[in-house]
């Protein structure tokens, strides 16, 4: 009960908090939602290397969030300030460098860990940074509604994935072993959530979608969008808990009501949007 208590209240105050975030401070293509991007990714990266820690692999903190925000730093100088995009390529670079090279300043006696930092170090430039890299760039579409749908298909699918999974669970669980606690009913919720907000979305405010194709074509579209946006959530949530339980964490942290950490929050957002990105931009250009 006090799960569900943290929930609904993570739930009443970021749903409008997430809303006037992307709708209402719209000035350099989002500014306030890329800078929110940044920071989030900066710290699911702290709480990532806080995982490896338990595998000997040291990461200071500050580094950690350095590294996780590069990639959507990179994306909001191109998309907010008109950087040419080189920038992106260059700061990506630069921490990837930075990944190979951190090594020569290691002591002695950290010198058979050089490998284990390397690795972790590129890890996180990946996870969440460039993952996150994606949120930044759907701005560029100037549409606000196709960026808030995108989020809305995300929550859709880790909210219905949970309650289904609380609701019909019971019997179905321990499919999966990085996730025993994971249902077949929460997987089928955390798919169809999605697919039924995208139809919805097409049905009531069909100007999100910028495809010029009959009623039935775009219903389509948009569920096949839906589906494969909730795949990736899917996998998403389901990568992060592999991770989770290889470093024996429960929780990413504790930041978040109900939730744990920010990475647990945005790890379906995470996989979800390059996916959605690049559905969405290609049916753009095709329809």
Known sequence: MKKLIERLLIFIIGLPAVIALVLFLPFLHNLAMNIAVI??????????????KS???????????????????AMTLNVSFGCPEWIITGIIMTGALWAVM?????????IQTVLNKVIGSF???????????????????????????????????????W?????FGENNRG?????????????????????????????????????ETSVSSLLLTAAGLGFCTGIAAVFGDLAESAIKRSSDFKDSGNIMLGRGGILDSIDSIAAAAPVFYLLFNRLSLIL
């Open 39 to 52: 920071i989030l990714s900066g710290i699911g990266a702290v709480e990532f290397s806080a995982m490896l």
């Open 102 to 110: 951190s090594g020569v300043f290691s002591r002695s006696s950290e």
């Open 123 to 161: 890890s996180m430039l990946i996870y969440p940074g460039f993952f996150m890299l994606w949120v930044v760039r759907m701005n560029l579409w100037e549409n606000n509604y196709a960026t808030l749908l995108f989020l809305f298909l995300t929550f859709a699918c880790d909210s219905l994935a």
């Open 163 to 167: 309650l289904f999974g609380t609701l």
């Open 175 to 211: 499919i999966i072993a990085v996730s025993p606690n994971k249902s077949i009913a929460g997987f089928i919720g955390g798919l169809l959530g999605p697919v039924i907000l995208a139809l919805c979305a097409a049905l009531f405010f069909p100007f999100i979608f910028p495809f």
């Open 55 to 73: 595998k000997q692999i040291n990461i200071s903190k500050a580094e950690s969030f350095i590294l996780g925000a590069a990639a959507p730093m």
